[in-house]
């Protein structure tokens, strides 16, 4: 392959309102906001891949032309470091106006719905004091983690989960623009995988060409096998025949070293308990002692701790088999 | 080794303990065969070990000796010491027997040791020598109304300050007045304690001063941290293990990891490792509670469940000598503090290109990442991304 590498995910981004799939009622309305010149603060709620993010970039592309990055503050709740930072950073972004004809400012605050309630608070008061100088995008998984002061200030729009056939849209898209060989198995395996994220089907399509030139439905599996973590499931092996020590490790270099949150380990640990071979009720058991330390991360408890306890009960059901 | 190196060569190089060395130079010269043997106690460091070697090259004698490294059993006790009551001394004028650490010797591995040392004492024809840390050791019972009990005290502030100086001087250290008082000070009369601490802080510099005395903070409470470790592991009291930790000087968040990593190698049984470890989560949700809703008054269940919690989830206590060890997670987070900033950088570059997360970039992009390095030209990509 010749010339500069580009993630697919992002060089496929659609880049024009038309170009986003599906969520028509949202696109429609928040174009004719960007022909005002005019917006409310915005509150963008939906799963993941389904053009959130997307159709905020484009809005702004709409606004201000080329020239977009300058009015536009892009933060990511999870990458800053608690609401004071946010809060510096969106002060000084607010004391320059904006350039051009729009009178405002765009602030895109992605996954917002990792911030705890008192930070939300305090992003309410923000949203107030800057409001004649700034607009708020929010993005979120879960509208109903956000409170509801911030609701009510926001326009609210809620993005349609992708069926299979708005996915397979997006991968022949990709397929025409980067002339890929791939057989029409290949793109039913490509759309099956995605469950409904374009970002997935990105990647699991630029991985499957990589592998690959002729792409089959086989190649496809391939790269998403690749892909999969294994570690969750070594250990839980590790863990049933009563290897703690190594169950631990692993556990250590998921979170330490790759960086994985607890609670995506905590989700593949629960898909794969019903496929174990233990006794279904203790299988029950366990499903509770799963969700109790699920629950508990959510409250702020420490991911390595919780998965651990959990590892240290399962490995007494290994025992007696 | 500093330690060896000025290891006393006789008794005028002695420091203090003048009681005792009377004490001790009467037992030996009215020793007779079938009397009592001596029976050296003080804390570590204060000279019982190096009282008799220094003593046995006064008077020419030959030392024969056996430490808490070597297996003690009726039988190594009989092979080394009866065997050396047989032979008469080469070279030298006498015999002097040293048995060091009695205290140490092991149930179970040393089977019949104490009762060996017991009848060694009453068969001998050279006199014998024993050292204890604490001589009311219930193991040392039987032995005790043998011995002539010789304490060694622990040794001043001043006399610890005095033979730091003549180290320094003979090897040409350079010193702050105040640093030499601040490590015997902390040595608490433990004078090989100290000696290694100056060691420690001189390690290839000519000079100390006092503000490299941190190096020291951080061993110490290190030290401690074992000890509150040894007693959580072995009470059985939930008093016990509470007060355990009352003198380490960590935070209690670091305690934790202390205690995290070292249940597995303290209990065997799956009941009480999953016992344990539930404890311990109960615990660290108390923290977080503490945590986001301010209620500090929480405190005392997290310090209650991660003590008496994990020390009481076992049955039995293990009567093992169990080797604790550092926090793999503390060190691995203070290791690969660079390495992972680094990394953090990175990923915050290409999620301004991504527009997402670095969680996100964590989960959804680095699977199929690994893949993509298959692709030279996406090494390439990441390496000048990484150059900019």
């Known amino acids: 392959m010749v010339g500069e590498f580009e993630v697919w995910a992002e060089k496929y981004r659609p880049k024009k309102f038309d170009e986003i799939i599906n969520q028509e009622h949202a696109v429609e309305r928040v174009k004719a906001f960007a022909q005002a010149k005019n917006i409310p603060h915005m509150l963008f709620a939906g799963p993941p891949g389904t053009g959130k993010t997307t159709l905020a970039i484009v809005l702004a592309r709409e606004l201000y032309g080329d020239g977009w990055k300058q009015n536009v503050l892009q933060l990511n709740a999870s990458d800053e470091r608690g609401i004071d930072v946010i809060r510096g950073q969106v002060k000084e972004f607010a004391r320059t106006v904006a350039i051009g004809d729009v009178p405002f400012k765009l602030i895109i605050l992605d996954e917002a719905d990792a911030m705890t309630s008192d930070a939300q608070q305090a992003l309410r008061r923000m949203m107030e004091m800057y409001a004649n100088v700034t607009r708020f995008i929010l993005i979120c998984n879960y509208s109903s983690k956000i409170i509801e002061p911030i609701q009510s200030r926001c326009a609210v729009f809620r993005f349609k989960a992708l069926e299979d056939v708005h996915v397979r849209d997006f991968v022949e898209r990709i397929v025409k623009g980067e002339k890929l060989k791939i057989s029409e198995d290949g793109i039913n395996a490509v759309v099956r995988i995605a469950e409904g994220d374009l970002r997935r089907a990105a990647n699991v399509l630029q991985a499957s060409s990589i592998l690959k030139e002729k792409i089959t439905e086989d190649v496809v599996y391939e790269a998403a096998s690749l892909a999969k973590p294994q570690e969750v499931k070594k250990m839980l092996e590790m863990a049933l025949s009563g290897k703690f020590l190594e169950a631990r490790k692993i556990l250590e270099e998921m979170i330490l070293k790759k960086g994985l949150s607890g609670q995506d380990i905590i989700s593949e640990i629960y898909k794969q308990l019903v496929g174990l071979e233990l006794d279904d009720k203790d299988k029950v058991h366990l499903i509770e002692k799963c969700g109790e330390i699920d629950f508990r991360i959510s409250e702020g408890a420490n991911e390595l701790i919780q998965i651990e306890s959990f590892l240290a009960t399962l490995m007494l059901y290994g025992k007696k088999k | ?388």
């Not at chain 2, 355990?244 to 249940?263: A, G, K, M, Q, R």
């Open chain 2, 1 to 388: 080794m500093f330690v060896v190196k000025y290891r006393p060569k006789s008794l005028k190089d002695f420091v203090n303990q003048k009681e005792a060395l009377a004490k001790f130079i009467n037992w030996y010269n009215s020793w007779r065969p079938g009397e009592k043997a001596a029976l050296l106690y003080g804390k570590p460091g204060v000279g019982k070990t190096c009282l008799v070697e220094a003593f046995a090259n006064d008077k020419n004698l030959q030392l024969i000796q056996m430490n808490a490294s070597d297996t003690r059993s009726r039988k190594q006790i009989e092979e080394i010491f009866v065997n050396a009551s047989q032979s008469l001394p080469i070279f030298k004028k006498g015999k002097i027997f040293l048995v060091d650490e009695v205290d140490g010797i092991a149930g179970r591995e040393d089977v019949g040791g104490i009762q060996a040392i017991v009848d060694l004492i009453k068969k001998t024809r050279y006199p014998v020598v024993l050292t204890a840390n604490d001589v009311y050791d219930q193991k040392l019972r039987a032995i005790r109304e043998y011995c002539e009990l010789i304490e060694l005290k622990p040794l001043t502030v001043w006399d610890v300050e005095k033979k730091l100086k003549e180290i320094c001087e003979k090897e040409g250290i350079e010193y702050e007045k105040e640093v030499l008082n601040m490590i015997a000070k902390r040595s608490d009369g433990d004078l090989r304690a100290a000696i290694n601490d100056l060691e420690t802080l001189v390690s290839g510099r000519k000079k100390i001063s006092l503000k490299d005395l941190e190096i020291l903070g951080y061993r110490e409470r290190e030290r401690e941290m074992f000890e509150a470790l040894k007693i959580l592991f072995k009470t059985t009291s939930l008093m016990g293990a509470k007060m355990s930790i009352s003198n380490v000087d960590l935070e209690p968040d670091t305690i934790f990891w202390w205690i995290e990593e070292n249940i597995p190698n303290e209990y065997e049984k799956p009941e009480e490792i999953a016992e344990a470890f539930e404890r311990l989560a109960k615990a660290d949700l108390f923290r977080a509670r503490i945590i986001h809703r301010n209620y500090w008054k929480l405190l005392r269940y997290f310090n209650d469940l991660m003590t008496a919690g994990v020390s009481l989830a076992k049955k039995d206590v293990y009567r093992k000598f169990t080797k604790y060890s550092f926090p793999s997670k503390l060190r691995y987070l203070s290791t690969t503090k660079d390495e992972r900033g680094e990394e953090k950088e990175f990923l915050l570059k290409l999620s301004k290109i991504l527009n997402c997360s670095t969680k996100k970039i964590r989960k959804e992009f680095n699977p199929y990442f690994q893949i993509f390095q298959k692709d030279s030209s996406f090494l390439e990509y990441i390496q000048k991304l990484k150059n900019q």
